[in-house]
């Protein structure tokens, strides 16, 4: 009994010590703590370990160049194991330790159960990866920003090329029942019905792998749809298309990254001729990316991970934001992150309001002579 | 009623693709009373073979007949070795094991050919050369049935008579039928089980590498995993018309087409195989033995 006591004490005594010292260390500091958060252990690690890589070549070379306004930036990396109640955990450890910024963290879940954690100490979090729509778009994490598209960026992208470029105002949307194809066609859908331009006249999905698609497609010619968006993958949709036009049906396809794949072309042949995909933006010619795939390689030996040339953004756009407002400051780093244009290896980037960035995310390509083609 | 025959259409093309493949399932359980798990692999290799010898022979410019009739033997010669073997390897051994044995034998067999042509080829999809060309006189109802839809039909119509008639009316048809009815027998009035079980493996690979190659290129696609959906959509096509009777795997595919093609275009795609298999289960609970099936008597 006694022993328990004592042992409430402490912990009580703790928690003190840690609150007392956090603002103490981090007003004191004469570096700038630039805090690495995501998966660098468990299954998921290779969706993390790019990103402390990526921290690592910009903090070193900002380093060797003297530094942010004068400070040295100091690398603080925790392990969240993509896991919520271990990210909680981490977020606490790094305020602890006073960090200023953190890069983080990688899985949409984690990110969204550490983000309330820095909002209390008015951090700021950019994550290369986490892509839940919510965490931008619902208000709630006014310190968060990203440097990847949102999940449904695409059928963002998708619905405004049909109405807008196309002028469509009828609209077939099919999935392939999967989470991938069905999460972008319930965007597709919801975005459709909210534009208020355009009628959503079919809504199904089909089952992957059957041997024969004619009657979806009969229900897309009676339909009257002038336009079919299809969430999921290629095989699927080069059946679809091929089947199509056998039924000499001429509607537009417009689908999405899954689509957007050489074997689509390659096997949908000349079925596939002016169906359109969105997919990433093109990055490969930006010299910026090539250069810090460069570095990469030198350093570590072998090309980058996933999320790379993300993290490797994130981490300019952030130090440049410091750069720019001459603080840590909360609203000073929004107010420069949403102002200030920096070139990326992601492109010349800014943020909006909410915290996505302009910038980055995904082109509508259109398959032309056999090959897709940016538009 | 434009909407009502292009469904109807659709759900024929689709039994009848069916019905290409459940014609071998029928004959292999009416003589041994396996269910050939493999079966939808030999379809696939089928599909793989005529792939090949159709590419190789479209580079050397060989008219489109004669690549069909050579990929199409080819096809059904080397799926019909496949079948052979799968035969002799996994079930013969197991012919007098309990009932299970032989089943499992051939979920494995399944999985190991599936994973052979995963490593021997590839895993990407791959398109398969259109040889059914878009026949001139089905212009003017090409929305409605293709030129392969149509090849498809007569191919399945013309296989389930002359299967029908083999049965019936040749010695090698009274052989199986004997089999069929007691192994055991048969073997003591002199019929040589082995060989009559071997032949039927024969002819019912020849069917499905025949089936693999049309439908493939009706699909236009081919990968090592197209033979798992078919085989089991296909299975539960003959169990539908009565496993071990022919026209009743014929039956049951249309139907089992149908129903799928009428659920789609009525209700929603969605629920395709929700009516497929509820029906299934409806059939079951009335007629056990499907819609042509004999009623099994208990062997003493």
């Known amino acids: ?375 | 009623m434009d909407y009502f025959i292009e469904l109807f259409c659709s759900g024929i093309t689709r039994g009848a693709i069916y019905a290409l493949i459940a014609l071998g399932y029928t004959m292999v359980y009416g003589i041994i009373g396996l269910i050939n798990f493999a079966h939808g692999e030999i379809y696939m290799i089928g599909a793989f073979t005529s792939f090949i010898v159709a590419t190789v022979l479209s580079i050397y410019g060989f008219p489109l007949l004669a690549i069909i009739v050579v990929a199409g033997v080819a096809a059904a010669v080397w799926s019909s070795a496949y079948g052979f073997t799968i035969e002799k390897i996994a079930y013969k051994p197991l012919r007098h094991a309990p009932r299970l044995s032989p089943l499992i034998s051939a979920i494995g067999m399944s999985i190991f050919l599936q994973n052979y042509v995963l490593l021997a080829q590839t895993s990407d999809f791959l398109p398969f050369p259109e040889l059914i060309p878009d026949f001139a006189f089905m212009e003017p109802i090409a929305h409605i049935v293709g030129s392969s839809d149509l090849v498809i039909l007569i191919t399945t119509t013309v296989v389930m008579i002359i299967l029908t008639f083999v049965i019936k009316f040749t010695r090698i048809g009274k052989a199986m039928r004997a089999t069929a009815q007691d192994r055991t027998m048969a073997m003591l009035v002199g019929i040589n089980v082995n060989n009559v079980i071997s032949a039927t493996f024969i002819i019912g690979s020849a069917l499905a590498a025949i089936g693999g190659m049309l439908i493939a290129s009706h699909i236009g696609q081919i990968n090592f995993y197209i033979g798992f959906i078919a085989g089991i959509k296909a299975f539960t096509a003959a169990v539908l018309g009565g496993i071990g009777s022919i026209p009743g795997a014929v039956l049951g595919s249309l139907v089992l087409g149908l129903t799928e093609s009428f659920a789609t275009g009525y209700v929603s795609s969605d629920y395709e195989d929700v009516f497929a298999f509820a029906l299934l289960v409806l059939i079951l609970i009335f007629k056990p033995s499907g819609l042509l099936g004999k009623d099994e008597t208990q062997k003493v």
């Open chain 1, 1 to 375: 009994m006694k022993l328990q006591l004592s042992g409430k004490l402490l912990s009580t005594a703790a928690c003190f010590m840690i609150a007392l010292s956090a603002p103490a260390l981090s007003s004191a500091a004469d570096t700038i703590k630039f805090g690495v958060a995501g998966a660098h252990s468990g299954d998921l690690a290779s969706y993390g370990l790019p990103t402390v890589k990526a921290a690592e070549l910009v903090v070193e070379k900002v380093n060797a160049n003297g530094g942010i306004n004068g400070k040295k930036v100091e690398l603080l990396v925790e392990d969240d194991v993509c896991k919520p109640e271990v990210a909680t955990n981490t977020a606490t450890k790094l305020i602890s330790d006073g960090v200023d910024v953190v890069l983080g963290h990688i899985c949409s879940g984690a990110t969204k159960a550490a983000l309330p954690i820095y909002s209390n100490a008015g951090v700021l979090v950019m994550s290369p990866s986490a892509t839940n729509p919510a965490l931008t778009q619902s208000g709630e994490y006014p310190n968060f920003f990203r440097t990847i598209a949102p999940d449904d960026a695409q059928a963002k992208i998708d619905v405004e090329f049909a109405l807008n470029n196309l002028g469509y105002t009828k609209i077939a949307v099919i999935h392939d029942k999967g989470d991938y194809g069905k999460g972008f066609a319930e965007f597709a859908k919801k975005f459709l019905e909210d534009s208020g331009k355009a009628e959503v006249v079919l809504y199904e999905g089909v089952t992957p792998g059957a041997v024969d698609y004619s009657a979806i497609v009969q229900k897309i010619k009676r339909s009257g749809a002038q336009a079919v968006m299809f969430g999921g993958y290629h095989p699927e949709a080069s059946k679809i298309i091929s089947m199509m036009r056998k039924k000499r049906l001429k509607t537009d396809f417009i689908s999405d990254d899954g689509v957007k794949d050489n074997t689509f072309i390659k096997v949908a042949g000349k079925d596939a001729e002016g169906a359109y995909a969105s997919g990433p933006k093109d990055t490969t010619k930006n010299p910026l990316s090539i250069q810090a795939v460069e570095e990469h390689k030198e350093k570590y030996g072998a090309d980058p991970g996933a999320f790379f040339e993300n993290a490797y953004s994130a981490a300019l756009a952030m130090l440049n934001a410091i750069e720019k407002a001459g603080s840590t400051d909360l609203d000073a780093l929004k107010k420069a992150l949403q102002t200030e244009k920096v070139d990326t290896p992601v492109g010349s980037i800014y943020f909006d309001d909410k915290g996505d960035a302009i910038g980055v995310g995904f082109s509508v390509y259109q398959v032309q002579n056999g090959e897709f083609v940016e538009l």
